[in-house]
Structure formats: structure tokens, C-alpha cells
């Protein structure tokens, strides 16, 4: 018995903490509409044009309402960045018309909008702790 609890204090501060992250997805007349989350904790990660299920994460839901609430348990800390987006035609990536301009409503973590192009992982990103995070996500 006396080794075990030896054990165990020495790996328990080896094991990452986790957190829960609830992410509030904000748009005008979404309520049925599939919405596509990412959650990158990489820059690799981020805005990938890999398919879906090459992030941390990758959820897909349906919206409840105009806000729809989103949780997403037993997270490790660390740095994390989301994408979402409203997948209109079901084909599960984000549409863009001939320039490269989405057709779709999109959003990212911390509301973070860049003036050409998407913005970074760096602009992003947000730490998750081990304790409760929440993100408000406006799509537009």
C-alpha cells in the first residue's frame, strides 16, 4: 500500500490537467443549420485544408437556435485556437465563391477577424486552464 501512494505522487504531477470548454456559436437564423467547429491546438492545425477530423477536435452539430451552446469536456490545458462555420449544403467544408470570399457564415475564437484573409493562430488563440473556458463565437 505504501508503495502505491509513493506511485502515484510521483506520476500524478506528470499528468496533464483538463478543462471543459463551452463555446457559444452566435448567428441570425442558424436554428437547423449544421454547424462545423475545429479546435486546433497547433498552428499546423489551424485553418488545415485537411478534412475534417485532422484537428484536436472536430465537432458537427446541429444549431438549437440563434445561440447555440456547445461543451466540450476533458480538454488538456494548453493553447487552442476554433474555427467554425454554418455548412449550408451539408458538404462539410466552408464554401467560398470565385475570389475566395466565404458563402458561408464563419467565426473564429476570440472573435478574431483579420482584414485580408483569415487571421492567424497566434491571433486566435486562447489558454484553456484546467478549470471552465468559454468562448463566444459570432459568425458572420
Do not use: W
Amino acid at each position: 500500500m505504501k508503495h502505491s501512494i509513493f506511485i502515484a505522487t510521483l506520476i500524478l504531477p506528470l499528468i496533464s490537467h483538463a478543462g471543459d470548454l463551452v463555446l457559444e456559436l452566435h448567428a441570425k437564423d442558424i436554428s437547423g443549420q449544421t454547424l462545423m467547429v475545429d479546435v486546433c491546438n497547433s498552428e499546423a492545425e489551424f485553418l488545415s485544408d485537411k478534412k475534417m477530423g485532422a484537428q484536436f477536435r472536430s465537432i458537427k452539430i446541429k444549431a438549437t437556435s440563434d445561440i447555440t451552446t456547445v461543451i466540450i469536456k476533458d480538454i488538456p490545458s494548453g493553447k487552442y485556437a476554433i474555427s467554425a462555420f454554418v455548412d449550408s449544403n451539408q458538404d462539410s467544408k466552408l464554401n467560398k465563391n470565385l475570389l475566395g470570399i466565404p458563402t458561408e457564415l464563419y467565426g473564429f475564437s476570440r472573435d478574431a477577424r483579420s482584414l485580408f484573409g483569415p487571421p492567424t493562430f497566434a491571433e486566435s488563440a486562447f489558454e484553456l486552464s484546467d478549470d471552465t473556458t468559454t468562448q463566444i463565437i459570432h459568425l458572420k
